[in-house]
């Protein structure tokens, strides 16, 4: 079993593809820390809406992750893009096509 998580931000208009593309960066970064699967989404009927599929070998990857530098400066450079509004969902993931162990 690991730590899977539905992420659900929200760009201000016109900003989604800018936060699209800080959300790729240093990919490289998270799966030295833990990360098996990281998939960026554009809601198909709401281009503003962006959800991020994520999943860790824990949660505790996934905290550690938060500490990175790269991620704490993509953070801080994609904060002001959002709207405010975020939704979040933990899992705990049992397999799947297209993980990565």
């Known amino acids: 079993m ?10 201000k208009p016109g900003e989604a593809d800018r936060v699209i593309e800080i959300l790729n960066r240093n990919l490289d970064a998270l ?5 098996l699967l990281y998939v ?3 809601q198909a ?11 860790w070998l824990s949660s505790e990857h996934h905290e550690a992750s938060l ?3 790269e991620v704490r400066a993509a ?18 993931t ?5 993980l990565v162990v």
């Open 31 to 35: 799966s030295e820390v833990g990360c």
């Open 45 to 55: 009927d709401a281009l503003e809406t962006i959800w991020v599929t994520e999943v």
């Open 2 to 11: 690991y730590f899977g998580l539905y992420g659900k931000l929200v760009a």
């Open 94 to 98: 049992m397999g799947g096509l297209g």
């Open 67 to 69: 500490q990175l530098p």
């Open 75 to 92: 953070i801080n450079e994609a904060m002001p893009l959002l709207t405010g509004e975020f939704d979040q969902v933990r899992l705990s």
């Open 40 to 42: 960026i989404n554009q």
